[in-house]
């Protein structure tokens, strides 16, 4: 029998590319859909059927009720919002736990992981990365320590190996001279998230992959964050701290590179970032806020203004290159209908160099742009290519020869039908 492959799904720029949206929409092509980076700083929003639900540790494929959903063992995750995520899809009918494995592999973000996250924050000062507050550096920085808990813990004599490590973060914290919070409430949940996730599967979901593919199945990897903040490759260290890229979903999942299939890259019509951070299209105008305005620009996590832009060719080239992605996914088209004039970033310049390769230091360079005639055409209610305005299909096309790569799915709006395959 032919080994089944792992395709991947991942956000080539700053995130909020709509992953959740399109791995949904995916879903039914695959068996298994398996999350390998990141945790709850991801927010990633499905909606279908006038129903919207922003998920964050739990894969895009829980909606369709046959297929397995693999928490892999390159996440962190926090028991207390896992709780929440998950009583909420329980509350809405869907069954879980016979279809959410968890990697007795991935890490746990202990309360005092987010108190630090906070505390290393303030000691950054005007450096702050502009964390999403969810524990993340700190989770991660700890599993490379060789300090930290993971999901296995939680079987054998876990209340000791909490209190162990939380005494050790209490330290660290009187150490950073942050001693100004208090996780009385927080801990009565997170502890109550632990004893909820008993209740699920903990398994060696690498095994169970593995298993799947020699069996012929495929899986879906869901890309958390995005290229450009990536531990490696992103705007170090405006950046998380996991492998966002296609090898995170290698190390992420327990998968080997010869497993990878197609390399699905998703952006933006246009680009956002939230958080601090270089990032050369940003838009300080009234053209930044229209794009925000009408894209609805606000982090799903934080609830944090979106810094826009137009398209950045640079990061894309980047992106394409470090992942290997074999197809692009547009996103969000619609949000540019009203505009007249769409740019594009096709290199940075700084003191009179002109770079089209992304440049080691981000910081300080502007953006050289392109300017291409808008389509001016409301796009939500188009559902095949061929009905396309003819400024907008000559946009993507544009792209197309820029990239290199076909873009093989358009999407016109945030609904599951405003999906068009190319
Ligand atoms: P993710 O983190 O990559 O899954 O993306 P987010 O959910 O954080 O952000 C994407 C936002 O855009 C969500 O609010 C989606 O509902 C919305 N969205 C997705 N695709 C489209 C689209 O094609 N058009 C519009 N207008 N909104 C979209
Ligand atoms: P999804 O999966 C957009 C950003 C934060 C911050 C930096 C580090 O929804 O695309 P962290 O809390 O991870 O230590 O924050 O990364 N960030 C995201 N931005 N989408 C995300 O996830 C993000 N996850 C983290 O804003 O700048
Ligand atoms: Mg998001």
Redesign the pocket.
């Known amino acids: 029998m032919e080994r089944g492959k792992v395709d991947a799904l991942l ?1 080539i720029v700053f ?9 949904d929409v995916f879903t039914p092509k695959y068996d298994v859909v398996a999350r390998f980076a990141g945790g709850p700083n ?6 279908f059927e006038g129903k ?1 639900f ?2 964050r540790s739990i894969p ?1 494929g829980i909606f369709d009720e046959g297929k397995l959903n693999i928490i892999g063992n390159g996440c962190v995750i926090a028991p207390d919002l896992f709780m929440a995520e998950a009583k909420e899809l329980e509350t809405a009918g869907y069954d879980l736990r016979s279809r959410l494995h968890i990697s007795k592999r991935a890490h746990l973000i202990l309360p005092t992981h987010r108190v630090l996250d906070r505390a290393y924050e303030a000691a950054k000062g005007k450096s702050k990365v502009g964390t999403t507050g969810k524990g993340i550096g700190p989770t991660y920085s700890e599993k490379a320590a060789r300090t930290s808990l993971r999901v296995g813990d939680i079987l054998e004599n876990f209340q000791a190996k909490y209190e162990a490590l939380k005494a050790r973060h209490e330290q660290m914290l009187r150490d950073l001279n942050y001693t100004d919070y208090d996780i009385t409430e927080e801990e009565k949940l997170w502890l109550e998230g632990i004893e909820y996730m008993r209740t699920f599967p903990l398994t060696d979901t690498e095994i169970e992959i593995n298993k799947y593919l020699r069996e012929g199945k495929n899986v879906l990897a869901e ?4 290229t450009m903040l990536d531990i490696d490759h992103g705007t170090y260290p405006y950046v998380s701290s996991s492998s966002t890229i296609c090898g995170g979903v290698c190390t992420g999942l327990g998968v080997a590179p010869l497993s990878i299939g197609e390399v699905f890259g ?1 952006f ?1 019509a246009y680009s956002t970032r939230v958080g601090a951070g270089p990032f050369p299209v940003e838009l300080f105008d009234e053209t930044g806020d229209k794009i925000r305005e ?4 606000y ?3 934080t609830g944090r203004n979106r810094r826009c832009g137009w398209v950045d060719l640079v990061a894309l080239k980047y992106a394409i290159m470090i992942n290997g992605v074999t197809q692009l996914i547009m ?5 540019l209908d009203t505009f007249e004039t769409i740019r594009v970033c096709v290199a940075y310049e700084k003191d009179g160099v002109t770079t089209t390769d992304m440049p080691y230091e981000t910081e300080g360079w502007k953006a050289v742009y392109k300017d291409l005639p808008g389509w001016q055409t409301d796009l ?1 209610g188009i559902t095949r290519k061929e009905d396309f305005p003819e400024a907008f299909a000559s946009y993507i096309k544009y792209l197309e020869k820029e990239l290199e790569t076909p873009i093989t799915i ?5 609904d599951r039908a ?2 068009i395959e190319m």
């Open positions: 956000g995130g909020d590319e709509g992953k959740g949206k399109v791995v991801a927010g990633h929003t499905i909606i919207k922003v998920l895009s890309g958390a964050q995005g998703i933006k009408i894209g609805h620009e982090g799903a996590v996103m969000k088209g619609d949000v939500t358009v999407s016109v709006g945030p405003q999906t």
